[in-house]
């Protein structure tokens, strides 16, 4: 039971009819005040003092059966039961919706008829509420203003998943000085299910007397219309509104082959696919919205205008409700709410990925063509039941992600690096380069940004000490090169890397698709662009490098170097640009520096080995080894300073490293965090600045501090020979 609008009589029409299901159908009846802005209208109303309220059921800690409902139910002389919204005005209606219904389940065991008066507003809590209902009852008046706020509820109700058919039209206080019934009738596009007449001698000597009218005065016009009304409701309408709310035999989602040709969905190797009724349905649908709205164009007029999309997927969404209504009359419920949402999603949205990126256990997403779905949880590949209908539905939510960054993908550029909203990672290929269909990979980026605290935490990523080594290495303008694998986390590691620099110096980010995140305000962020239709107007990463030394940059942070821009990134280092970072694909610290040598070489410039190798060792301070291991969980493996050279080689020194040590009962990678027992050379440059590290941090269980000071063997070549490597910190990631 809703009201139209404030004062319309809803709550003494859901009292009356409560007590008329009793008298007419002789079967238990439940009449609930649920109105959050009730102050115990029901209680003066009824004349009943309620035992308990609506938020003593949902907090009822007891099993509800049918000795104990008498504990939750108060009881009118009648036989009605009844729950309070409160006691009295002076209380405050707060409830737990979930908890809520539970409890109602629980309860309608022991009722034929339950009677649920919602108030006159329409939020979460209503829309909850009415997920269950048989049928919503919309009471309004004969008033122009009444009917005009009544048409704006039913419109909600409809955007909300509704279906129309459960909207039962009761209009109260009729009389010959109101707005005709077939005007409201058509103004708010529904049938009238029963008239009120306007009595207020009889209303009005009822609530005086605290009991329903349909008790005091059984013979009175206003009565015989609740009983014609009750009569209507249980001729027939409830039982096939209470149809329609179940969901459909599997029978009706037998698979179908669309017949005809060229537009029917293909799957790999062009072979037709069966579509199961609803997958047809949706495709009825999809089809008819766009005969009736020209989307492409509402959504150019959106404008990243947050509220005018808002008003567009409104309109959207109920558009979807009267072509699923009309197409599919006898829908049920679950299966008619399902609906509406995918084909909203795949009108304005990104269609099946909505579901999937709106999970925060999926980390990435893999499309390998329409029907082939496989996500990432866990560090574990799975393959998601969910699908498109056909390439040409994935070829559209592609280009939707695309068109917005001004790229584009067709048959001459068959492939595009792009990115969501949320600055989530993605890559598109079609065909004729991938056979099989569209392949689409998305890098979810978390919708809680990931801090430096999860890192040693919740992931068990590196110890405390570790990453308070790092933060200062970082304030302090250290270079640093983050390496790992496809897939490792080295963006996010990066990220956070970024974090710790100071909020006072500019920084310039460099991406092919821009995914950093950066927490100071003083920050440039470029992108780069493909060529255009004609091949030409490229900017490439070197570019945009080359571009930033011009911008008075304190720091450059590169989001990865893959080709010849690492020559210019080493350059940035090299020219004053200190505490500059940036990522490259590799297995270890020196696979890094091999790997840093071969893109330099890809920039043409026909430079010797041994010139490339100074470059890195004047440049790069230090390089974080982050590693995906075979249990999914993330570690940082090592962390290594790059010293200088010694001949024609680049000399490293390892400060911290990973040991696997085997696996938990739960096979999670268990293993210990080392100080491999060397100091770094700039610790003492960081004690001249007034930074103190304390010496212990690099100190293994067998040495002292002093021993500590004087690494032994030729500094920096792999790992300091004779020593042990105690853990400073021994973890699982069995919690993971």
Known sequence: ???????????????????????????????????????????????????????????????????????????????????????????????????????????????????????????????????????????????????????????????????????????????????????????????????????????????????????????????????????????????????????????????????????????????????????????????????????????????????????????????????????????????????????????????PLEELLSDPSVTEIMVNGCDMIYVEKNGKLTLSPVTFTSNLQLRTVIERIVAPLGRRIDERTPYVDARLVDGSRVNAIIEPLAIDGPAVTIRKFPAERIQASDYTDRFNSMTRPMMEFLKVCVEQGLNIVISGGTGSGKTTLLNVMSSFIPVNERIITVEDAAELQMKQEHVVRLETRPANIEGTGEVSIRDLIRNSLRMRPDRIVVGECRDGAALDMLSAMNTGHDGSMTTVHSNNPREAVARLETLCMMAGMDLPAKAIREQIAGAVDLIIQISRLSDGSRKVMSITEVVGMQGETVTLQEIFRFKEEGFDKNRKIIGQFQAMGLIPTFIETFEQRGVSIPRNLFVTNTQTPQQAQKPQGRPGIGKPMGLKKPALKKTGTGGE
């Open 1 to 351: 039971m809703i009201g139209g609008k404030g004062g319309v009589g809803k709550s003494v029409f859901a009292a009356n009819l409560a007590f008329t299901f009793l008298k007419e159908m002789r079967a238990p009846t439940l009449l609930i005040d649920g109105d959050p802005k009730s102050c115990g209208d029901q209680n003066f109303i009824t004349g009943i003092r309620p035992k308990q309220t609506v938020m003593d059921v949902a907090q009822f800690k007891g099993v509800i059966s049918a000795q104990s409902v008498d504990q939750l139910v108060s009881k009118h002389q009648t036989g009605v039961g009844y729950i309070g919204a409160v006691h009295g005005p002076d209380q405050t209606f707060q409830v737990d919706t979930a908890l809520l219904k539970k409890q109602l389940f629980s309860i309608s065991q022991q009722f034929k008829f339950i009677v649920l008066d919602l108030g006159s507003d329409l939020t979460e809590y209503q829309l909850d509420m009415i997920e269950d209902a048989s049928a919503v009852i919309v009471v309004t008046t004969p008033e122009v203003l009444v009917v005009n706020q009544t048409r704006r509820l039913i419109s909600d109700l409809l955007t909300a998943s509704v279906p129309a058919e459960f909207l039962q039209l009761v209009v109260n206080k009729a009389s010959r000085s109101g707005v005709d019934p077939k005007a409201i009738s058509q103004s708010l596009r529904r049938p009238i299910l029963s008239l009120i007449p306007q009595d207020d001698v009889t209303a009005y000597a009822a609530l005086q007397r605290s009991t329903p009218f349909i008790l005091g005065a059984p013979n009175a016009a206003i009565s015989a219309a609740y009983h014609d009304t009750v009569r209507k409701l249980t001729g027939g309408i409830l039982q096939k509104l209470k149809t329609l709310s179940k969901p459909r035999p599997k029978s009706a989602d037998k698979p179908a082959e669309i017949e005809g040709s060229q537009d029917a969905p293909k799957g790999p190797k062009g072979r037709k696919r069966n579509l199961d009724a609803h997958t047809l349905l949706k495709m009825q649908v999809h089809g008819a919205l766009i005969k009736e709205m020209d989307l492409k164009k509402d959504i150019v007029n959106t404008k990243d205008d947050p509220v005018k999309a808002k008003e567009l997927r409104n309109k959207t969404q109920r558009a979807i409700s009267e072509l699923t209504d009309r197409i599919s009359p006898g829908l049920g419920r679950d299966e008619r709410s399902r609906v509406i949402k995918e084909t909203l999603d795949e009108a304005l949205g990104l269609g």
